[in-house]
């Protein structure tokens, strides 16, 4: 039977996206996605998903996080507004709303109680500073929470993350987007290590796509490229990466993805009404029919 591997991408409040296209799966198949995949990677948003699905979270109540809680995660305080001229010298947000939700989801688990692979990225910037995977099967232990927050610690939006193995020393992480907003092809470049000679199948999730319109000046500055859609441009150039490095490992591919606009960190009524109305038109069209047909032999398994 082919390995199956479940790739999600970052996107703030378009998490939902996923989610939602994970329930309908888990709703369909009858199956919990931690049984049909045999590894799971997510980065920020989706790293928060990953980090849920594989220890046998319902991908609906993930689904709720955004729909019920978003807007209290991506709420500035006056004071936080006014002391990081919104997102400009200080993190947009607080982290402390986050990682309560963080908290409740996965409580005390940790990556060895991962019922499936788990493989999470995040961006150390301390003197270990670079890219740096969590991995279930094999290096330190964190605690899940820890993992979620550290992949999804995005820069203006979020403070760095500050967290520790449980037998080890502290370590400074920021999103995993930075250098893996899709990991997709890194996900299938493990698979392809975890079982060689193996075939490979890849579900690869966005969270929504829109063409990035930033006319750059001459005379721009750091104001203006972090306002202006630099994180945008290092997303998307991502996920172009990862699809064009995967070329280069033998895996198929189904990709679901829709395009929709909006700021990562638009959890409002109306934008989280356009995200269920879009996830809905994925679900209905020939595409994700197509991605059900991939898992069909691990259903009747």
């Known amino acids: 039977m082919p390995k199956r591997v479940l790739s999600v991408d970052g996107g703030g409040s378009y998490g939902l996206l996923p989610a939602l296209w994970l329930a309908e799966i888990e709703k369909r198949t009858g199956k919990r996605c931690a049984d049909l995949f045999d590894l799971i990677a997510g980065t920020s948003t989706g790293g928060i998903i990953a980090s849920g699905l594989s220890i046998g979270l319902a991908a609906a109540s993930l689904a709720l996080l955004y729909h019920d809680h978003g807007s209290e995660i991506f709420r500035a305080s006056l004071w936080n507004k006014a002391r990081g001229l919104d997102g400009l010298s200080g993190p947009k947000y607080s982290a402390a709303t986050l990682e309560r939700y963080l908290a409740q989801a996965l409580g005390d688990k940790t990556l060895s109680d991962a019922q499936t692979h788990l493989l999470v990225p995040t961006t150390r910037c301390d003197k270990e500073g670079g890219p740096f995977w969590f991995k279930s099967w094999e290096g330190p232990n964190f605690l ?158």
């Open 144 to 301: 899940l929470r820890d993992v979620a927050r550290a992949t999804s610690a995005a820069p203006v939006y979020f403070p760095p993350a500050v967290i520790s193995p449980v037998d080890g020393e502290p370590m400074v992480c920021v999103d995993g987007g930075i250098h893996a907003n899709s990991p997709e092809d890194f996900a299938a470049l493990q698979a392809s290590k975890l079982w060689p000679g193996e075939e490979i199948i890849v579900v690869s999730l966005g969270t929504g796509y829109e063409p990035v319109d930033v006319e750059a000046k001459a005379d721009w500055g750091a104001a203006d490229w972090v306002m202006g859609g630099l994180l945008d441009l290092v997303m998307i150039c991502s996920e172009i990466n990862a699809a064009t490095r995967g070329q280069m490992i033998d895996y198929r591919r189904a990709r679901l993805d829709v395009e929709i606009g909006g700021n990562m960190d638009d959890a409002s009524a109306a934008n989280i009404s356009a995200m269920t109305k879009a996830a809905q038109k994925v679900i209905a069209g020939a595409d994700f029919a197509a991605m059900l047909d991939l898992l069909a032999d691990k259903v009747s398994a």
